[in-house]
């Protein structure tokens, strides 16, 4: 009767997401024209792209939080955007999300967020809840925050623990939008090495959104780069190392001259100048 | 002429489509098995949009009835009739001014707090973070905030009316010199338990539900923005305000009106 619930806990080598065909729009602004994926399970899957290529809104559609126009997304088999209400909330429990803004509930100090998943999702005694809390916030350094309330701390703080907080009931997909923004050096080397680790020790699945090309490709197994609505290139870091596609090597070198253009469509910048009247 | 016609019908479209999304998420937000945590919840909101309320609803509901024995005095006196002032007083009160009043109140107090909350914890994606946590923000965080107001505003109206009472007193009996005996007695024998009492309550559960659910509707289905967030805020007190006159007239014609 349970056998398709997607509370259960299947063992497959088939990749835990596939994205097939995926298109989404904005008003009249198409974001996703035709995106497939396959994120293998177990792995680290990187998403890069230049800024507004929609990876962040990618992210979202895995989630369920957005529903695409076209094209399905399936974790682990089921599609999340033909599942009940219910059902879709069952599936999220066995992912976490970092959030790019770290989203931590407000009137809840440090502790009490990265406790709150365990205790709606757990018959856990108190005493184990605290084990397991403090545990994962050694994991990001902030055991010693834990009285502290989310507006007292720095940004990059914050996404540290959204991150203990994502990753406390040990999911088996974790979705990491630009989890190195704002960190410095230091928590940043911590930061790739926790993610690796996690995916290592535990054989989490994690899918990581990021502009920061050296960390993420560091620790990335696979990765795929997306432009103007659709997957430019996949394939592992070092194939993509060395891509002979210009638009590729542009973005993962760095590059400012190149096929991708830096600035957002614009008239010629001399006409603009000059021009008279009262436009802006 | 038919570029305005447009306009008004995408409105009306647009309008409609609101509401039914406001009825959904009425529905979503209002069933389900409460947990002792709910419980727990529920009761942080009833300090929050309850207790909070009181000092503002107590003190209006004071003046209100002191103004109301002033004013009502100056005329019954010409007619010689001022021992029926306690019966004028808590008529007054127990069926328009409490409900309404209280309900307005509550609108300007917690109901525009409710919608910066939420409207905030959407903003800054706590409720999405929660829905990827797996835990419906309908649940945790709409259905308290909507059942503290639907009990907290009813028992609100209810201390208003006391006070109120209690001011028409002070004013009337220990100021002006009415004899206490006949302002108490007209009162006891005028009021109806269930016409009076009764219906100003049902007003009350009526604007507690319009006005709490407006709120926190508001809240949820806001622009995440500063500007959104402020223009929600504003449209909760305004719609609340006028459902709530509107419907009291409605409730009262069929209540008081002989249309019933």
């Known amino acids: ?280 | 002429m038919m570029v305005l016609l447009q306009r008004f019908g995408r409105r009306g479209c647009e309008g409609l489509e609101t509401l039914g999304r406001a009825g959904i998420f009425l529905i979503q937000a209002s069933f389900g098995v409460p947990s002792p945590e709910g419980w727990r919840l529920w009761l942080r909101q009833m300090h929050f949009v309850g207790v909070l309320s009181l000092a503002i609803v107590m003190v209006s509901g004071l003046f209100i009835g002191m103004v109301l024995a002033l004013q009502g005095y100056t005329i019954l006196v010409d007619f010689g009739a001022e021992q029926a002032l306690g019966q004028m007083v808590a008529l007054s009160l127990l069926r328009e001014l409490s409900p309404v009043v209280a309900a307005l109140l509550f609108a300007g107090r917690a109901g525009s707090a409710l919608t910066a909350e939420i409207g905030l914890m959407k903003a800054t994606e706590q409720l999405t973070s929660m829905e990827m946590i797996g835990v419906d923000p309908l649940r945790r965080v709409v259905a308290p905030r909507l059942w503290a107001g639907f009990v907290a505003l009813p028992l609100l109206t209810v201390g208003f009316s006391v006070v109120g009472i209690g001011g028409g007193y002070l004013v009337g009996v220990e100021w002006l010199g009415v004899f206490d005996g006949s302002f108490w007695g007209n009162m006891q024998a005028s009021v109806d338990f269930w016409s009076d009492i009764g219906n100003g309550m049902v007003k009350s559960l009526v604007f507690a539900l319009v006005v709490t659910w407006i709120a926190v509707f508001q809240g949820y289905d806001l622009i995440p923005t500063s500007e959104g967030i402020s223009r929600a805020t504003t449209r909760t007190v305004v719609y609340s305000s006028l459902v709530v006159l509107g419907l009291d007239f409605v409730l009262t014609a069929v209540m008081f009106g002989g249309l019933s």
């Open chain 1, 1 to 280: 009767m349970f056998d398709n619930f997607p509370g259960n806990l299947p063992m497959s080598d088939s990749p835990l997401v596939v994205v097939k065909d995926l298109h989404f729009s904005r008003g009249d602004m198409p974001i996703f024209r035709g995106v497939d994926m396959q994120i293998p399970r177990g792995k680290i899957t990187a998403v890069m792209g230049p800024s507004g290529t929609g990876k962040t809104t990618l992210l979202k559609l895995i989630g369920g939080q957005l529903v695409p126009d076209a094209g399905q997304v399936l974790i682990d088999g089921h599609d999340v955007h033909a599942l009940s209400r219910k059902a879709l909330f069952v599936l999220r429990r066995r992912m976490g999300m970092l959030f790019q803004s770290g989203a931590l509930f407000s009137d809840l100090d440090v502790y009490e967020n990265v406790a709150f998943p365990l205790r709606v999702h757990t018959d856990l005694p108190d005493a184990m809840i605290r084990d397991v809390a403090l545990m994962k916030l050694e994991a990001v350094g902030l055991r010693g925050a834990r009285a502290m309330m989310p507006a007292e701390l720095s940004g990059g703080m914050a996404r540290r623990v959204a991150l203990a907080r994502a990753i406390a009931l040990d999911p088996e997909l974790v979705l990491y939008d630009e989890p190195f923004v704002g960190q410095d050096p230091i928590s940043m080397g911590v930061l790739v090495q926790l993610i690796k680790r996690l995916n290592e020790a535990l054989g989490l699945t994690a899918i990581v959104v990021s502009h920061d090309i050296k960390e993420t490709l560091s620790i990335a197994d696979y990765v795929y780069v997306i432009a103007d609505g659709e997957v430019m290139a996949h394939g592992t870091p070092a194939s993509l190392d060395v891509d002979d596609d210009p638009r590729v090597s542009q973005f993962v070198h760095g590059e400012p001259d190149g096929p991708v253009p830096f600035h957002y469509p614009a008239v010629d910048f001399v006409t603009d100048i000059l021009a008279t009247g009262a436009q802006r």
